[in-house]
């Protein structure tokens, strides 16, 4: 095997503690030194050992042996038959979200795992958002691995709680580039294993996605694929150009759906889940190899919403918003005319169900069948007294402790106890109203969320 850069076309040995080409900082990819005839038998074999996950392709993965699986890969792709009438396309998704974690991701850190497990490791650090590294700390798991994960403040409190049952260290920090060179100066000063998403490991991964669609490829016009980092997009153009040179076959062009960059300010709530739509860690790379193969689409988290809430509604596929990424690409790209009327596409779908409360209300807001408007009022899910009192603090303050807002209260003429105000936090974030930011070193710190400046809002209307 060696490591060749895509975007300058460096070569080197292959060593699994190189992630990033040396010269100009582009994400690296695998080349195997393997015949023609040995590669396709790999492809064509493959789904006879579906059972095995992603290690069903283990000829075409830099391992030397079969990793274990926790049920990765070979997800079902299916029809969506009533939003396929309803925008003049067929449209048929590969539905990563009944991946382990509800995401592409396991198919990357299955095996970046065993990578880190053979070496000897025992101890792994990570940088990400949140998705990769619940990924990666279930499949730690597997083989024993400790895990120390780097990751942004202000990811959706759930997925803390995921960490945590997981029993892996979390340390926050301010922004997703600041985790990255965290994680990177703990690994270099400590010998540590990194793992992060721009490994050409966890890209080799992340390509058995194309590899498990071989038998229709032929068939698509084209692939619709969220782009964040651009990874995934990457990993699938990596995946086409190697079945087109194996195979022999024409491949589908690529459909590259990104957030819309075009605002002046994103609520913070948007961040929590278009983290991963923003961002462009490899774009140069990406324009690169999409040239002649591809068109980049924009999508606002309005389109984002309402595609979520009318897959829902009329297909039954609940994803997390950012999975329906790919679905409202491709209704703007037949409106301005990209796909044509009948073209055949397959949607990439990722990400397991918000467990936020706020996006769920927010994709609530969106009907698939008349204009976006409001559906819901805050007003039906009411509060205390005190509960308001605790909201407005929080909205003058911009952010406290609980320890904080008591004494407030107390100033206010509200005779309770400490306990009784962590009671009626932990009930704010139930609802969604509040959310907490993290720790100042002693205590948690708390916000207003925006479905709780909406209900301050309404209480003026």
Not at 136 to 146: D, E, I, Q, R, W
Not at 198 to 210: A, C, E, K
């Amino acid at each position: 095997m060696q490591l060749l850069c895509p975007l300058c076309g460096s070569e080197y040995p292959f060593e699994i503690s190189v992630r990033l080409c040396p010269k100009c900082g582009s994400s690296l990819f695998v080349v195997y030194d393997i015949s023609l005839n040995e590669y396709k038998r790999i492809l064509m074999e493959a789904r006879s050992r579906w059972y095995l996950g992603i290690w069903s392709f283990h000829g075409v993965l830099p391992a030397r042996s079969i990793g274990k699986t926790l049920g990765e890969g070979w997800t079902p792709t299916i029809r969506l038959e009533h939003f396929s009438k309803a925008n003049g396309v067929e449209v048929f998704v590969k539905n990563e979200s009944r991946n382990p974690s509800g995401t592409f991701i396991d198919r990357g850190t299955a095996v970046d795992s065993y990578l880190a497990y053979s070496t000897g490791s025992k101890n792994v650090v990570s940088a990400s958002t949140g998705d990769y590294a619940i990924s990666l700390s279930m499949y730690a798991k597997v083989y024993g691995l400790s895990v120390t994960h780097y990751i942004p403040n202000f990811i959706e409190q759930w997925k803390k709680y995921m960490l945590m049952l997981l029993g892996d260290e979390i340390i926050s920090v301010d922004d997703y580039d600041k985790a990255i060179k965290k994680a990177l100066r703990m690994s270099n000063k400590n010998g540590l294993y990194l793992s992060i998403p721009l490994s050409p490991i966890v890209i080799d991964g992340y390509r058995t996605l194309v590899f498990e669609l071989i038998d229709v490829l032929s068939n698509v016009d084209w692939i619709a694929t969220p782009v964040g980092d651009g990874l995934l997009a990457t990993s699938i153009l990596k995946g086409l150009k190697e079945v087109e040179h194996v195979l022999g076959i024409e491949t589908p062009n690529i459909l590259a759906v990104k957030l819309s960059e075009e605002r002046d300010a994103m609520q913070e709530s948007s961040k929590l889940f278009l983290t991963e739509l923003r961002g462009g860690v490899v774009k140069s790379l990406l324009s690169k190899i999409m040239s002649g193969k591809g068109v980049f689409i924009d999508v606002d988290k309005e389109a984002i919403y309402l595609t979520a809430n009318e897959i829902a509604n009329t297909d039954g596929v609940v994803v997390d918003p950012v999975g329906a990424t790919s679905l409202a690409g491709i209704k703007i790209a037949k409106d301005l005319g990209v796909i044509g009327k009948g073209d055949k596409v397959l949607a990439i779908v990722s990400g397991s169900p918000s467990k936020d409360t706020y996006i769920l209300y927010k994709i609530l807001e969106y009907s698939s069948n008349r204009k976006p408007g409001k559906v819901l009022s805050v007003k039906e899910d009411s509060i205390s007294s005190i509960q308001e009192a605790i909201l407005k603090i929080l909205y003058e303050e911009k952010q406290c402790h609980a320890y904080g807002i008591w004494k407030k209260l107390r100033v206010q003429g509200y005779n309770i106890t400490l306990q009784t105000v962590h009671d009626h936090i932990k009930k704010l974030l139930n609802k969604g109203f509040i959310r907490e930011l993290g720790y100042d070193g002693r205590r948690r710190i708390y916000a207003v969320s925006e479905l709780g400046k909406e209900y301050l809002e309404s209480m003026h209307d």
